[in-house]
């Protein structure tokens, strides 16, 4: 199903308790043909990307670090957070239309460096010892392995899922905030970034504080 229009899509989201799944109505950031290739390059650039700290004592108190962001309680992500950046631009091409043996196959020609030096590898990060197929087959088959290996680590009640993703209206709707608020041009951080999103986050506070005391 196409979403190039630039608009926003209102689906249908859920709320489970017990045995039964309410739905409300909820817009759903849709990222443009003309911002897509930006959120890729975004996506995948080397101050997005989350890693664990090599120090054991200091992984499992922080999670996982990046320039830009801190991910907690996420076992599910082992040394870094590429795995599910790649499951999120699978995602976005299929939800533009694409197969998902074709968006498998789109993330794999993407040249960002991060992610093309972690296709081709084993589990353990070293080059496979038995490889079939061409170099393109191997890195589609690897990136659509990674995909399927996501949903049953952090989805294993998909199938009671509708059709709407939280964790790719999550990076999505992040990116267009971050251009929104001039944190990031184009597909980079700004040279001024850390400072424009500590005052970018006390603006959401404010506004929610806000909301809060009207509401009383």
Request: glycine content about 6%.
């Given at each position: 199903m196409k979403r190039d229009n630039g608009k926003k899509q209102t689906v249908g989201s859920i709320i489970f308790g017990g045995t039964f799944a309410q739905r409300e109505p909820r817009s759903v950031p849709?990222?443009?043909?003309?911002?897509?290739?930006?959120?890729?390059?975004?996506?995948?650039?080397?101050?997005?990307?989350?890693?664990?700290?090599?120090?054991?004592?200091?992984?499992?108190?922080?999670?996982?670090?990046g320039t830009h962001v801190s991910k907690q309680h996420c076992s599910y992500l082992h040394g870094s957070d590429l795995t599910e950046r790649m499951y999120v631009a699978v995602q976005e091409f299929q939800r533009s239309g694409f197969t998902r043996?074709?968006?498998?196959?789109?993330?794999?020609?993407?040249?960002?460096?991060?992610?093309?030096?972690?296709?081709?590898?084993?589990?353990?990060?070293?080059?496979?010892?038995?490889?079939?197929?061409?170099?393109?087959?191997?890195?589609?088959?690897?990136?659509?392995?990674?995909?399927?290996?996501?949903?049953?680590?952090?989805?294993?009640?998909?199938?009671?899922?509708?059709?709407?993703?939280?964790?790719?209206?999550?990076?999505?709707?992040?990116?267009?905030?971050?251009?929104?608020?001039?944190?990031?041009?184009?597909?980079?951080?700004?040279p001024d970034s850390g400072t424009r999103l500590v005052e970018a986050w006390k603006k959401r506070v404010a506004a929610l504080q806000s909301r809060s005391t009207e509401r009383r």
């Open positions: 849709v990222l443009t043909r003309a911002e897509r290739p930006d959120f890729l390059a975004w996506l995948f650039s080397e101050e997005s990307v989350a890693r664990r700290p090599k120090d054991r004592k200091l992984a499992r108190k922080a999670g996982l670090l043996r074709a968006a498998c196959a789109n993330v794999a020609k993407l040249p960002f460096p991060v992610l093309q030096s972690h296709l081709g590898m084993s589990r353990r990060g070293r080059p496979s010892a038995h490889p079939a197929g061409s170099k393109f087959e191997r890195k589609t088959e690897t990136i659509r392995s990674i995909v399927n290996s996501y949903l049953k680590n952090q989805h294993p009640w998909r199938s009671l899922l509708p059709e709407r993703d939280l964790i790719v209206e999550q990076y999505v709707g992040e990116f267009l905030w971050l251009r929104k608020d001039g944190i990031v041009a184009g597909s980079r951080y700004v």
